[in-house]
């Protein structure tokens, strides 16, 4: 059974950063995307950014320029780098990982909390 482990959140000032990780127990080249999705208190789970095996890399239109998704094979995780942050950036995050046999995986979450 694969497993997912995120970290990175907390409490951070509006316009601050944080960056989140996500590990793959098995090898990052068995998955060919690995997304992103945040889920604020009360509201559904939604795309934040997305990275496939190759690199191509996609963005929810709320954190395009803000947020940057990288790979680092070398180190197997996946990171999501958080910039300027808003308010409306807090949520719980979740790493979701699709293998190339459409397995689907998810992490536990992490918190991300943006103070006015």
């Known amino acids: 059974q694969v497993q997912l482990v995120e970290s990175g959140g907390g409490l951070v000032q509006a316009g601050g950063s944080l960056r989140l990780s996500c590990a793959p127990s098995?090898?990052?080249?068995?998955?060919?995307?690995i997304r992103w999705y945040r889920q604020a208190p009360g509201k559904q789970r939604d795309l934040v950014a997305g990275?496939?095996?190759?690199?191509?890399?996609n963005y929810a239109a709320s954190v395009k320029d803000r947020f940057t998704i990288s790979r680092d094979n070398a180190k197997n995780t996946v990171y999501l780098q958080m910039n300027s942050l808003k308010p409306e950036d807090t949520a719980d995050y979740y790493c979701n990982a699709e293998t190339h046999w459409s397995q689907d995986y998810w992490g536990q979450g992490t918190q991300v909390t943006v103070s006015s």
């Open positions: 990275i496939t095996s190759g690199g191509v890399t």
């Open positions: 098995g090898s990052i080249f068995m998955f060919k995307i």
